[in-house]
């Protein structure tokens, strides 16, 4: 069978009323922690129901935390809450029976030092209905992750163990045991069956490997479960696989098509699946610096094959969370990506369809779930105009239809900023996009002060939906005056192969040269000031501001950095980050094998160029681009260098922030940086 691609959800017009509310609310730091987010979508069998987790911000309690809520489909009740507690409720799975909705959630009750109310995490149920939540588990220590058998009836979930590999110096660890040591004992998994008619639980899976996701077939006959040598990520990229569990036993499908034979050998293993029958599965390979892929599993000869499922350069499978979901048909559907859009697509026989400029613009797609029938689909999906809530699509005359939540009625009235994709020349001739955002109600003619606000990744991109986001400055700088451009530079997702790999053994060269291309663009579409350009990035957007300060060559002046996250010294990345195969992908090789394009790469080279002031972010607990590499930027700048420079460290916190205070204080300085080195008129 030869296999295409065929997009969905492109031409829609939004299918529901709506009534005028002018437009008079200017945007501020503050309004960001109002909005909500769903996080998790799951129809009902009989696809008359859906059940979502919506998250929300709470300064008391400096976090944001999900709960379960319902809505049904037809239209006829509003959305119904079911969880009140905060207790972050999440993957939602319906009973085969659609009567009630099991879930995962960190429940605690003042005083609990016991399961279920302890804050470890349990499975849960609650009815369709609503009423008090039951606890399905009760485990010591909390479930690490479940699937749900419906039609046997039968929760599958994993707990944390622990596993020792002994050499000739495990007697000695054991000794001394108060130190801590690399190797010898390692996070594995165990994978249980409870069986909801008696109550009984059992081990089936205890191989001393720790299961990264798992899922389960309806009747409960078979276990899939992406499963690695311990729980670190230099494992996981790498050396994970997926292992099939039935009759007993443990068999592992062939992995060379995602390993060996792959573009890369370090993917990511995620999303995986069964088909509705339980005889094939399917999985997302992620990878850095190429594309993403699907792989489908089916037994052939008597045993286990799995084999890549084709897709044209031009489209590529949204990575890192992309659902896959099995149509009736036989299909398999997914959340693709094109030029800043994401949009449902499905494999299917006919020639590949592709939607025109315009009917791409429309929409963007982040989450989805499909019914029974195969006829209607439930998207997450927002616009440039809205920020994302769920809709029904009829999938066989592809059209939004009813529009089921309005998580965010309060933007309704938030000023919001004009939202282009705009494109450039780079200077080898390749087209090169990106989103801009210009402030609300601007005046026309008048150049502005630009951020140019650069993704992490760097696979990855930024899409034209709208979005209040604290990394790269969306909504909210726009409000406060400020043009903004996130190119999706070379190696971003969404414009072909060539344009993503084209990075690889390229850093601190193509990507860095098309982002200053997009900013000359600007200036000569009279868009941008070229005496006030400033920029803000996290992670690899950190990286890129990082490489761009220190450029003495720039066609413009730049007068402000915000770098967060970022990298100094590729080579101390290797060593001591969580994840260095990126490096190892996009470098061609370890810093011995490759020295001159660790030392090419590393901005902590041209430190001594800089001239621009520096805020520098960091979380003091980032494994990532751990904080040695923003300490190190800051004592070059502030002492050596002698520019204005402010180190921010926000304690306990990981690469991507998590507390309430540390979101605001992040674009709180953010703004007072900007205002005093960029914004004047006249340029300082």
Sequence with gaps: MRISWLPFVGVFALGYACIAVERDHLVTIEDYFSLSDIVAVELSPDGRQVAYCEARWLEESDDRKSDLWVVATTGDSSPRRLTLDRGNSRSPKWSADGKTIYFLADRRREAEKRPPFDGKAQVWRVGAEGGEPEPVTQVEGGVAAYDLAPTANQVFYTIDAKATDHDDFTKLRAELATLKYANGQRKVSEVWRLDLKTWRSEKLIADQRYVRSMAVTSEGRRVAVVSALDDSVLRSEGESRVDIWEDGSLTTPPTEVYRARAASPHAWLESLIWSRDGQEFAFCAIFDAYPAEIFIGRRSNGGWQTTLMP?????????????????????????????????????????????????????????????????????????????????????????????????????????????????????????????????????????????????????????????????????????????????????????????????????????????????????????????????????????????????????????????????????MEWGINDEPAFLVVLKGGVPWENPDVFRRTSPIYGIGRVTVPALIHVGGSDERCPPQHSRMLFRALRDYVKVPTELVVYDGEPHSLTRYSSRKGKMTWDLAWFEKYLKPEKAQ
């Design 311 to 571: 897709r044209p350069a031009s489209l590529h499978v949204l990575g890192y969370g992309s659902p896959l979901r099995w149509h009736p048909s036989g299909k398999v559907m997914f959340i693709a990506e094109r030029e800043g859009r994401s949009f449902l697509a499905m494999t299917d026989d006919a020639e590949l369809k592709v939607l025109s400029e315009h009917e791409q613009t429309v929409q963007s797609v982040d989450a989805f779930d499909v019914d029974s029938s195969g006829r209607s689909a439930i998207c997450l999906l927002g616009t440039s105009k809205s920020f994302p809530d769920l809709y029904l699509v009829d999938l066989q005359t592809r059209t939004t239809g009813r529009r089921l939540t309005t998580i965010n009625e309060q933007t309704d009235t938030w000023k919001l900023p004009e939202i282009r994709h705009v494109f450039w020349k780079a200077r080898d001739g390749v087209d090169v996009g990106g989103i801009l955002e210009l402030p609300p109600g601007g005046e026309a003619g008048k150049r502005l002060p630009l951020v140019v606000g650069i993704h992490g990744g760097p696979t990855d991109a930024v899409k034209t939906a709208l979005r209040y986001d604290m990394y790269d400055g969306r909504l909210w700088l726009a409000a406060k005056g400020y043009a903004l451009l996130c190119p999706n530079y070379r190696g971003s997702v969404g414009y072909g192969d060539r344009f993503m790999t084209q990075l690889i053994g390229n850093e601190n060269d193509i990507d860095v040269s098309d982002i200053v291309s997009g900013i000359e663009h600007l200036v000569r579409e009279g868009i941008a000031d070229p005496d006030r350009i400033g920029l803000l990035g996290w992670s690899n957007g950190g990286y890129l501001s990082n490489c761009l300060m220190t450029r003495n060559d720039l066609p413009f002046k730049l007068r402000a950095v915000s770098s967060g996250a970022g990298i100094l010294d590729t080579t």
